[in-house]
């Protein structure tokens, strides 16, 4: 099966500059990867998906690049913010509706004011 | 992309008691899914419930102690059932409707005294 591997398990960043966290994944067969977000207390939310047909995908502040040749998909928040502060799980997936995701063990991001 | 009511969001239950967590979609959807989070850690799926089958449980998991219900194309339960404090965890569904991706629900937070 599909093992998607997430880094780094903590990251610190001052207010204002970028945090980039990094997953791989294994299943060449996985074309869905969306990341999400979860505060304290909430279920996962998701910020932003890339299929596999795209190689960069742009939100505002985030951004999500995909690597297929190399199995490795990167989320990047620009111009971070003290409300930016969360749990950032990247997953994998194929893209239909009865395929499980596979969850890499996320990163504690923490924006500091 | 469709909303999820979860509940109950919290609760704190008895060692050898059940708690049933319902799952509530505003879309149909063919295939519902039941995670577990434990405290600190990923998302790990229980199992993945389809209207008018009985649900396919992760290795791990086990019918008899996580019954899953899926009565129609909106709606699901899952009990756990006979619980000890190791149950304790956040417990999420989740659906995939293409193209929106998935969505999660806002979590039961179950500790188990």
């Known amino acids: 099966g599909e093992n998607v591997e997430q880094h780094p398990s903590t990251l610190s960043v001052q207010e204002g500059d970028s945090a980039v966290i990094k997953c791989t994944y294994s299943d060449s067969a996985s074309n869905y990867f969306p990341w999400y977000k979860q505060e304290l207390g909430k279920g996962p939310q998701l910020i932003i998906d890339?299929?596999?047909?795209?190689g960069e995908k742009k939100d505002q502040r985030i951004a999500v690049t995909l690597n297929k040749t190399a199995k490795h998909f990167s989320l990047h928040i620009t111009e971070t913010q003290p409300e930016d502060s969360a749990v950032y799980f990247c997953a994998a997936s194929m893209m239909n509706t009865g395929n499980q995701f596979y969850f890499g063990t996320g990163t504690s991001l923490t924006v500091i004011p | 992309s469709a909303v999820i009511s979860q509940k109950p969001s919290r609760d704190i239950c008895q060692r050898g008691t059940s708690l049933t967590i319902q799952c509530q979609v505003d879309?149909?959807?063919?295939?519902m899914f039941w995670y577990r989070q434990q405290p600190g850690q990923s998302l790990t799926l229980i199992a993945t419930?389809?209207?008018?089958?009985?649900?396919?449980?992760e290795s791990g998991f086990v019918i008899d102690k996580f019954p899953i219900s899926r009565p129609n194309l909106t709606f699901s339960t899952l009990t756990v059932s006979n619980m000890s404090p190791e149950d304790s965890s956040i417990y999420l569904c989740?659906?995939?409707?293409?193209?929106?991706?998935?969505?999660f629900g806002s979590g039961t937070r179950l500790t188990v005294v």
């Open positions: 890339i299929r596999s047909n795209v």
């Open positions: 879309s149909q959807v063919t295939m």
């Open positions: 419930a389809n209207q008018g089958s009985e649900a396919t449980y």
């Open positions: 989740s659906v995939g409707l293409i193209p929106y991706g998935y969505t």
